[in-house]
């Protein structure tokens, strides 16, 4: 499958931003979805993750109550709606698609990645 984000940009602390990942090439409901973030200088670390279904979804604490996972499998698209960013959000965000249907948060277990979208969150 095909990742491609968009959306990303620049937002002042306490603003919005929702970014979005385009599935093509496979069956897009056959896979759950995570978005995942690098830092400069920074590992890649997990931020959500949603079933294939998106019945299901899971955080990271950092993220928790402040951003909202969600897909629509008609349009092949998962969507990151980010709410009272910080500038510690600042990052290039990545979309992952995997198979494996466990709540999965290691980079390791995704079979499929995006090019990533730029956040950046000035103070």
């Known amino acids: 499958v095909q990742l491609v984000e968009s959306g990303g940009g620049l937002v002042q602390a306490g603003g919005s931003l929702r970014i979005s990942c385009a599935a093509s090439?496979?069956?897009?409901?056959?896979?759950?979805m995570g978005w995942f973030r690098q830092a400069p200088g920074k590992e890649r670390e997990f931020v959500a993750r949603?079933?294939?279904?998106?019945?299901?979804?899971y955080y990271a604490d950092s993220v928790k109550g402040r951003f909202t996972i969600s897909r629509d499998n008609a349009k092949n698209t998962m969507y990151l709606q980010m709410n009272s960013l910080k500038p510690e959000d600042t990052a290039v965000y990545y979309c992952?698609?995997?198979?494996?249907?466990?709540?999965?948060?290691?980079?390791?277990?995704?079979?499929?990645w995006g090019q990533g979208t730029q956040v950046t969150v000035s103070s």
């Open positions: 992952a698609a995997t198979r494996t249907i466990l709540v999965v948060t290691t980079t390791n277990q995704y079979n499929y």
């Open positions: 090439g496979r069956t897009f409901s056959n896979y759950a």
């Open positions: 949603i079933s294939w279904s998106g019945g299901s979804t």
